[in-house]
């Protein structure tokens, strides 16, 4: 694919990487891949505008050297220190030697410690500005968008919002804008990112887009570090963040999500389910060890509620019920409501930690947990079915 013209005189020079499957470790499946995007701006000087991961430095370099000789980057502008976007910033460095490098105060430190030092390093916080000629860049800081040190690039003229992280996809394809490609599949894959990266940052999410919608700063792209860039109404995406980091845009939909030793379990979340329906709502079953935790996050996202079941073994949640919890603890579902269930034999135990979970998480649990001994009877299987019922009023 060749370097693509955004605007005037800004074009994508990033990378596509069709086959990453994971992310952040394996917290984070990414099954359409994704890219790292850059971007040129060109005035009178040049500015490469956040980087790629290192590996794919020679396909970003090929795509720069499309539009310009790479010795005319000026200044090298790392909004944000990860490494998938900061990797190829010291190949960029080498190549171009008197280039200076553009960051916040915060991204020097992240920026040191990654790579060697020695670089020409600008400062920049909010409000500060560099003149291309004729055409500006002015920076703001952007604390735990994703990381402390990040800032969103503005190229004022031309109204263009290179946030980095924020209002990113993992979407590999060959287009490059978000009004060319599958809606459903944008949208499913804009709401994991949130769920799975930027959940536990909503606080710092609301307050940065209010703050940026109090400036009136008028926008007619946002360029993002991943995935597609937003050209038609740009202004969705800001909304849909702010939506998600309120609580707000939800679906009628409940998740299930269990795990069994001998079927108790699998008996009573199906009797739930039924429950649930029966009051409107929609049920998502998902048996973990078969379910895929990263889109069950992004489901949760969009979900009126979440019950969590699973066996007791030896006292505690089964290990795959585990990782759904850990998830749960760090991704922070604020306000979401939810409860527990499980059958358990001698002793008990799951309920409770999964119940715990949910509050260290900050959900609103709603009930206490349903459980069942050893094998759940018909009158349990009643309860169960009433249980979901109750919880659907509950969340309605
Ligand atoms: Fe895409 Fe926080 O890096």
């Known amino acids: 694919m060749k370097a693509v013209e955004v605007i005037d005189d800004v074009y994508w020079v990033g990378a596509i990487d069709h086959n990453v499957r994971n992310f952040h470790g394996f917290s984070y499946t990414t099954k359409h891949g994704t890219t790292y995007n850059a971007y040129l701006v060109i005035g ?67 920026l040191k410690k990654h790579y060697p030092d020695g670089w020409d390093i600008k400062v920049v916080g909010t409000g500060d500005e560099i003149d291309l000629g004729g055409k500006t860049l002015r920076f703001y800081e952007a604390p735990m968008l994703h990381w402390p040190e990040s800032m969103f ?90 939506a998600w980091a309120k609580g707000e845009d939800l679906e009628d939909n409940v998740i299930i999500a269990w795990d069994t030793m001998w079927q108790s379990t699998t008996k009573m ?13 929609i049920p998502i079953l998902h048996l973990i060890p078969t379910s895929d935790r990263s889109d069950i996050m992004a489901e949760l996202l969009k979900a009126k509620g979440l019950l969590v079941g699973s066996s007791t073994l030896h006292n505690e949640a089964l290990p795959t019920i585990a990782a759904v919890l850990s998830d749960l603890e760090v991704l922070k579902p604020k ?62």
């Not at 978000?178 to 990266?197: G, Q, S």
């Open 335 to 396: 306000g979401k409501k939810g409860a527990a269930f499980g059958s358990y034999g001698w002793g008990g135990g799951a309920v409770e930690k999964i119940q715990q979970a949910m509050e260290n998480g900050g959900m609103d649990v709603v009930m206490e947990p349903f459980t069942a001994k050893w094998v759940p009877s018909s009158e349990e299987l009643q309860a169960a079915y009433d249980f979901g019922e109750e919880f659907a009023k509950r969340v309605k």
């Open 269 to 281: 979340a199906r009797a739930i389910a039924e429950g649930i329906e029966s009051e409107g709502l």
């Open 44 to 110: 009178e000087k040049i500015a490469l505008v956040d980087a790629v991961f290192g590996p794919f430095a020679e396909e970003m370099f090929d795509r720069i050297s499309q539009v310009i000789d790479i010795s005319e980057i000026d200044y090298m502008i790392a909004n944000h220190a990860e490494m998938d976007h900061s990797g190829a910033v010291p190949d960029v460095l080498e190549k171009v030697p008197n280039a200076k490098l553009v960051c916040s105060k915060r991204a020097v430190d992240a």
């Open 153 to 242: 690039t503005y190229y004022v003229e031309e109204e263009v919002l290179m946030p980095n992280d924020a209002f990113g996809q993992h979407y590999a394809t060959g287009k490059r804008f978000a009004d060319e490609v599958d809606e459903y599949v944008l949208w499913k894959e804009a709401e994991k990112y949130y769920a799975n990266i930027l959940w536990p940052l909503s606080r710092q999410v609301e307050r940065k887009i209010e703050e940026v919608l109090e400036l009136g700063l008028p926008i007619k792209i946002i360029a993002p570090s991943h995935g597609l860039i937003w050209r038609k109404d740009p202004l969705k995406i800001v909304k849909k963040y702010l």
